[in-house]
């Protein structure tokens, strides 16, 4: 069963904390996604990731980063978390660029 | 950068009529275009690819994609409760790289 997961699925943080959101894919998709959705704003793209340590800036890096060691492991950190990254973030997995993505079921993080 | 317009906001429909939502789009030069639903608390689920001018169907649900107009739609027959969700257009962009997506339109299908 093709699947994309997403852990936690609802977390809250208070200011400054670290925080790490993890996606798990288990297709042996080469590129892994994290968005992050807003109301009003739709999905926005934070980062993209190519494969093992081949990862680029989407449009809204900013405050984030990302890890991955294993092709179906995709880690969004946030360093010192601020109250505007309240969010619900979305990985998502494809075979290569252009093919259909899979979404997880999104994480809920609120920061206080 | 690109942009993607849903319209209408929200839209409520009763069982069995046609509901058809509308995306535009700031260019004409993505090739790939795609709806998803999400179902309220769920992730994001594909509907249809459409990738060239005219009409591509999936079951209940239909696309019509005309690049000269920078407009897409999507028409879905038959609708049933269960379809009561958000629906986001994408467009594909930079070469394939990723999708930006339209801000929704949220249906409520009543029975």
């Known amino acids: 069963d093709m699947k994309v997961t997403q852990m936690p699925r609802y977390l809250i943080k208070r200011m400054g904390e670290n925080v790490l959101l993890e996606c798990g894919q288990d297709?042996?998709?080469?590129?892994m996604y994290w968005y992050r959705q807003d109301p009003g704003l739709g999905l926005q793209l934070i980062y993209i990731?190519?494969?093992?340590?081949?990862?680029s800036e989407g449009d809204i890096p900013k405050g984030y980063r990302v890890s991955r060691k294993k092709r179906e492991h995709f880690s969004l950190i946030l360093d010192s978390a601020k109250t505007n990254q309240t969010s619900v973030y979305f990985c998502?997995?494809?075979?290569?660029?252009?093919?259909?993505?899979?979404f997880g079921p999104g994480t809920r993080l609120t920061v206080l | 950068q690109q942009k993607v317009q849903q319209s209408p906001e929200s839209l409520t429909v009763s069982e069995g009529a046609m509901a058809s939502l509308n995306c535009t789009f700031s260019d004409g030069t993505s090739d790939n275009f795609r709806w998803y639903r999400q179902h309220s608390g769920k992730g994001l689920e594909v509907l249809v690819s459409i990738f060239s001018d005219g009409e591509k169907e999936e079951g209940r649900f239909t696309a019509h994609l005309n690049r000269a107009s920078l407009h897409v739609s999507l028409h879905i027959r038959e609708p049933q409760p269960s379809d009561s969700a958000v629906y986001l257009c994408a467009m594909v962009y930079q070469g394939g790289r990723a999708l930006i997506f339209g801000t929704g339109t949220t249906v409520s299908v009543s029975p």
């Open positions: 998502a997995s494809s075979l290569v660029n252009y093919a259909e993505q899979f």
């Open positions: 297709m042996s998709h080469e590129t």
């Open positions: 990731s190519y494969d093992v340590d081949s990862n």
